[in-house]
């Protein structure tokens, strides 16, 4: 073969090599942006769009920039470091206040696992299962995934997961929304300066950029054991996580937007948006609404346990990760048991007032993410830590960007409840 012939076999080989490589890395950033899309967060979303329509779809544009953002840094300082965020936080930062951040983020993360719990009982009960059977099976299925599989394959199934919210994107097709209005949604900023649009504003951000969200996606990739050579693959499975999670809420918001908004029906969650698509889009719709929340409630159920466990195993220095057995592991595998135990009963006990739970959670999520991105913002510019891999411009800017318009939204929804 001569020189010319042999440079596209060489270009396609290479190219063979790139999606390999980055097949292999690819996981914890689609993983992570996907269980952002979780039960409490399909709700959100189905509120939004059966309250506001489509005028907050221009949201999920900053939703997806600062998710990118964050992930991307978070991915970044594990592949350096080979370390997890609580621990980069207690060696830079002090054991007292990695301490306190622990604790603040058990707190909200059981609140939001009994919410995935609340989210399978919830989608299964629309077929008719009862939570008394349908919770207890998911749990005990979460945990024997967790402890008796080794990364990949656990890996494997969540990334089946993910690949499953690809119902939510045919719901909103088959509600056949006004595309011209969506579109408007998405490109022209409204804003209402009442008390529940703000409320909904901030939810829908905290929702998807979250604490556990840094801390899960930091251990994720350490447990993965990427190198310095994969920073570049696992950047692309961030934005890419970020692009798929940004596609599926708005599909949520379009859903919901273009049948319950547009005829003034009233819901207050994810179960009431599902069942209200069958006279509107079909039955097919509605099997597909809730289907979608059973998955995001299963992927989120395993995944919120083990971020819990990885933070607070890196907090405290003791033996982590999926690969290791129980024995060898023992407080990993015990507060992420504890954590499925505490969201599973949370669900079943009768007269529990589940929904002030989830908003105390969320309120907490929303008071933590601040102070944690500012974290990852210092430990991502520490120039003995990082190296030639801290933060370059762009991604101070963007970094900074986020932390300032979080912070304003937080102080925006406390001025508004002292106004009203």
């Keep these: 073969m001569n020189a010319v012939g042999a440079r596209p076999v060489r270009a396609w080989r290479r190219s063979r090599v790139r999606v390999v490589a980055f097949l292999a890395v690819l996981g914890p950033g689609l993983i992570t942006a996907s269980a952002d899309n979780d039960a409490q967060g399909i709700t959100t979303y189905s509120l939004a769009g059966a309250r506001y329509g489509y005028s907050l779809l221009w949201l999920l544009l900053f939703v997806v920039v600062s998710l990118a953002v964050t992930q991307e840094i978070g991915a970044r300082l594990g592949i350096v470091t080979g370390k997890g965020l609580a621990s980069l936080i207690r060696e830079r930062f002090g054991v007292r206040l990695a301490a306190a951040a622990m604790v603040l983020m058990l707190i909200a993360n059981l609140g939001t696992t009994a919410a995935e719990f609340a989210g399978i009982a919830a989608a299964l009960e629309i077929f008719g299962v009862s939570r008394f059977i349908s919770v207890p099976l998911a749990a005990a299925a979460v945990f024997l995934l967790i402890s008796r599989g080794s990364y990949r394959r656990v890996e494997r199934v969540f ?13 909103a097709f088959l509600a056949h929304p006004d595309w011209s209005e969506a579109f408007h949604g998405l490109t022209s900023p409204h804003v209402e300066p009442t008390l529940p649009f703000m409320v909904m504003a901030v939810a829908i951000v905290g929702t998807t950029v979250t604490p556990w969200g840094q801390f899960f996606l930091q251990a994720y990739v350490v447990d993965k054991d990427l190198g310095l050579e994969n920073i570049g693959y696992e950047r692309a499975d961030v934005f890419a996580g970020a692009l798929v999670q940004g ?8 859903a919901t937007a273009a049948t319950i908004f547009v005829t003034g029906l009233t819901i207050v969650d994810a179960k009431d948006a599902a069942l209200a698509l069958e006279p509107l889009a079909g039955r097919f ?3 597909l609404f809730a289907f ?16 819990t466990s990885y933070a607070v195993c890196e907090a405290g220095g003791f033996e982590m990760g999926i690969d290791r057995s129980a024995r060898e592991a023992p407080v990993f595998y015990g507060v992420f048991a504890f954590s499925i135990l505490f969201g599973a009963v949370l669900v079943l006990l009768p007269g529990v007032p589940l929904v002030p739970v989830l908003f105390l959670s969320a309120t907490i999520n929303g008071v933590l993410l601040t102070p944690i991105l500012v974290y990852v913002y210092v430990l991502a510019n520490d120039r003995p830590l990082m190296g030639e891999h801290r933060n370059g411009k762009l991604s101070n800017v963007l970094a900074m960007f986020t932390i300032v ?6 102080v925006a929804l406390l001025a508004t409840l002292f106004i009203h």
């Excluded at 318009?405 to 937080?410: D, I, T, Y």
């Design 292 to 307: 979608g929340l059973l998955n995001a409630g299963f992927l989120a159920a395993g995944i919120l346990p083990l971020s």
């Design 159 to 171: 990334l089946v997961l993910s690949a499953l919210y690809i119902s939510y994107i045919i719901s």
């Design 405 to 410: 318009m979080l912070a304003l939204m937080s």
């Design 285 to 287: 719709a509605e099997t």
């Design 247 to 254: 596609v599926v809420a708005a599909s949520i918001i379009v």
